[in-house]
């Protein structure tokens, strides 16, 4: 009996002890759920990564920071490249005051063949109804033979890319997150538009050369010293004034002492050119400081906010001057517009026994 008792109490205990344990584990916090990973940022929150990989130089520029400056009027006039102009044309009206920032990389890193052109273009934009306009109208005639083929596809909602086929299709294909961007190399992942930062640009010598008419840098074209870069970078800032820079690195010290003496004198021959006298900026050139040492080139340019204002009285008579070519174009006695009138031109001396031509 003894024996008995002592295992019934036994049991009732281990009965006890398994009843505590299960009202503790009911009663106990269950442990939370791990947190859903959360979605990729959308693919064009950074252009940097629609921008193919392969290529050798970007552009990048805050659209929204240019439209709130007084140097908007400059900037737009700035933008009559061909691929901006089919982006501009294609509908009613220009969707240039819907886009935000713009991208611009491309060249001819294989060396085959001509240079490769994208622009990537985000904002309060519909993209796919601007990429099916671009497509349906006609690519306006610029006399130019050898202008490129251009494209136009829908990104996203509001990102569209412009440009030559085969790179707007490398763009396209990072969309669908698929290949590699600039946001893979380290020389431009960190190329971001800082506060205050109107527009960057890099350069970073792989196979490719930089070349400055690919910039399309006006009175800078044609300087072979440019094919020695090893590396650019610039920036614009903009507030009550302006300052930009841009400066390079070449491979040989004495190619970058005679590129700094080659701009100087560029610089010097614009100044004194019989219209830009006439328009009155000839003083703006002033601004413009080249320096650097032994493979650097160094170009910087600081406007104060009386400089800004005659910027924009020059854009207005530009405008003037853009309107009146295009009043008088069709006629077949056009002549091509020479910077120096014949009538503004100093005569030369002929040396002594030289023979007039006629």
């Not at 890099?202 to 910039?215: G, M, S, T, Y």
């Not at 700094?260 to 006298?277: E, H, M, Q, S, Y």
Request: with cysteine.
């Amino acid at each position: 009996m003894v024996a008995v008792r002592g295992l019934d109490f036994a049991m009732k205990a281990r009965l006890a002890l398994a009843l505590i344990a299960l009202v503790a584990a009911c009663g106990a916090p269950k442990p939370a759920p791990e947190p859903a990973a959360p979605p990729p940022p959308p693919v064009d929150e950074n252009l940097l990564a629609l921008a193919p990989a392969a290529y050798s130089q970007v552009a990048r520029i805050d659209l929204a920071s240019l439209r709130a400056s007084p140097l908007w009027g400059f900037c737009d006039l700035a933008m009559t490249d061909p691929t901006f102009a089919a982006l501009r044309s294609a509908g009613e009206t220009d969707p240039l005051p819907a886009i935000d920032e713009i991208l611009i990389t491309g060249g001819n890193p294989d060396g085959a063949g001509a240079d490769e052109i994208l622009v990537v273009a985000k904002g309060r934009l519909d993209a796919e109804a601007l990429a099916a306009a671009i497509k349906a109208t006609p690519v306006p005639k610029t006399g130019d033979a050898t202008a490129p083929e251009l494209e136009a596809v829908a990104l996203t909602e509001r990102t569209i890319a412009l440009g030559t086929p085969a790179i707007v299709a490398e763009a396209a294909a990072l969309a669908r997150r698929e290949g590699h961007s600039l946001l893979d190399d380290e020389a431009f992942a960190d190329l971001a538009l800082d506060a205050g930062v109107s527009a960057v640009y890099r350069f970073r010598r792989a196979a490719e050369e930089l070349a400055l008419d690919r910039l399309r840098a006006g009175p800078f074209k044609g300087f072979g010293w440019s094919r020695r870069a090893i590396s650019a970078s610039g920036f614009l800032k903009i507030g009550a004034g302006a300052s930009a820079e841009i400066a390079f690195v070449l491979d040989d010290p004495k190619i970058a002492e005679r590129a700094r003496r080659d701009l100087k004198r560029t610089i010097r021959r614009f100044a004194g050119n019989a219209i830009v006298r006439l328009m009155g900026v000839a003083d703006l050139l002033g601004r413009v400081a080249i320096a650097g040492e032994d493979g650097n080139v160094d170009v910087r340019v600081a406007l104060s906010e009386p400089d800004v204002a005659q910027l924009q009285t020059l854009v207005e008579r530009f405008a003037q001057i853009r309107e009146l070519m295009a009043d008088d174009e069709g006629d077949e006695d056009d002549a091509p517009v020479e910077l120096d009138p014949p009538m503004l031109k100093h005569e030369t001396k002929a040396p002594v026994g030289a023979e007039k031509t006629e």
